[in-house]
């Protein structure tokens, strides 16, 4: 007997261009009229409904499509504060430039353990609703070294993709002698963040003063991979810049925004796409109102792409992978099937996870319900909540 049987399936996107059957026109996989057995959070079989085996639980979904659960690989969600007037003022033409992050730096470190625990433990909740089941949480508003240890004690009790960001923006208190700053978090703070982070990120930009040079960001990767930490960069997000350069240099799993690229930006993606993804947060751009980035000459290029949410008090409140798909196909011109697959598959390989973003037998059973027959209503229907995670007990 097998511990849980789903049917009901109408369509089922699996992800897995091996599956023998499948229809792989748009690479995603797909198998209609299916069931598909879970035991011991593990997928046990899949396939045609009416071969399906016998199970001590029945789940029907009448006529429900399935995904791999979203997997959001990068997030900022412990904070605490309000920033919305911040928000409000972009939206009369004031530019983003990351200084607002000290707002939330002085609210994060007045909040108490718990206080913390709630916001993240709601904002991981609200992920859930919305179909996400795996997502990644940064550190980064913390910037001492007990406040970043913190954050990231809370944020593991929700992931195993924790993200030491110590080197999110300088603290104000070390604005006039930032290598000191650089010294700690190289040091003392990664000394002691490393055993609760399985990667260290940095906001490499020169747009913003607040932000890491290119010398500092190499600094700050290169101690994380001495102690052992894989690596992430948030790069050319406000202008052009060094960051994706760098990623692909040091190797990094992903470089994430990727808004303003150039030619060798580009290049560079396409040489390393076996190593580093290219992570775009299309809310970020929806949220800041800045340009787009140009994912068509990505994806065309054989750039690795991702898509995320970037859930943080700045520059996208919003947990929605939904909405980044919705904005993927809109504004960027993904084919929803792309966008679906950047968001699932795409993501999973920027965390370097091969056991989520797809369905297949031996994989998680990380499944997302759609109210609607098939995954193409995620980017029809925008702002509308179709999709949940599916909890099998
Ligand atoms: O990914 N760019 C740096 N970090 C965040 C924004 C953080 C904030 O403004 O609070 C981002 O956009
Ligand atoms: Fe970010």
């Known amino acids: 007997m097998t511990a849980n049987l789903v049917t009901g399936i109408a369509e089922l996107v699996t992800n897995d261009e091996t599956l023998h059957g499948a229809d792989h026109a748009d ?8 069931a598909i057995a879970v035991e011991d959070g593990k997928v046990v079989w899949l396939g045609a409904a009416a071969k399906a085996p016998q199970a001590d639980n029945r789940i029907d979904l009448d006529g429900c499509a399935v995904i791999p659960g979203f997997v959001d690989s990068h997030s900022h969600l412990v904070f605490a504060g309000d920033r919305s007037a911040e928000f409000a003022a972009r939206m009369t033409g004031i530019p983003y430039d990351g200084g607002g992050i000290a707002v939330s730096v002085n609210a994060t470190r007045a ?6 625990r709630i916001l993240v433990a709601r904002r991981v909740a609200e992920m859930r609703a919305q179909g996400t ?10 910037l001492s070294v007990e406040d970043e240890v913190r954050a990231l004690r ?20 070390y604005a006039d002698h930032r290598d000191d700053y650089v010294d700690l978090v190289t040091g003392p703070m990664l000394q002691a963040c490393a055993p609760y982070a399985r ?41 052009h810049g060094p960051g994706v350069r760098l990623a692909v240099e040091l190797g990094a799993a992903s470089v994430d925004h990727c808004t303003f690229l150039s030619q060798a930006d580009v290049d560079a993606l396409v040489d ?15 949220s800041t109102r800045s340009p787009y980035p140009d994912a068509r000459t990505l994806i ?20 929605s992978m939904p909405l980044a798909i919705a904005l993927a ?59 949940h995670a599916l909890n099998l007990n």
């Open 27 to 34: 690479g995603l996989g797909l198998l209609r009229n299916c």
């Open 111 to 116: 909040a108490s353990d718990d206080e913390l």
């Open 133 to 142: 089941t795996t997502v990644e949480i940064k550190s980064g508003y913390g």
């Open 154 to 173: 809370i944020a593991g009790e929700f992931t195993d993709e924790t993200t030491f960001l110590g080197a999110h923006v300088v603290p104000t208190e």
């Open 199 to 239: 990667w260290i990120d940095v906001f490499c930009e020169p747009h913003s003063r607040h932000a890491f040079t290119e010398d500092e960001a190499r600094a700050v990767l290169a101690a994380g991979r001495d102690v052992g930490l894989g690596l992430r960069v948030h790069g050319n997000q406000l202008g």
């Open 272 to 286: 390393a796409a076996d190593t580093t993804t290219a992570t775009l947060l299309p809310g970020v751009e929806f």
């Open 300 to 319: 065309d290029a054989g750039v690795s792409v991702a898509l995320a949410s970037d859930c943080n008090p700045g520059t996208c409140y919003s947990s």
């Open 329 to 387: 196909v809109r504004e960027m011109h993904l084919t929803p099937a792309e966008a679906l697959r950047a968001a699932t598959a795409g993501s999973a390989k920027a965390l370097r996870r091969d056991d989520i973003g797809r369905i297949r037998v031996g994989g998680r059973s990380d499944l997302t319900v759609l109210d609607a027959p098939s995954y193409l209503h995620l980017s029809y229907r925008p702002g509308v909540p179709i999709a």
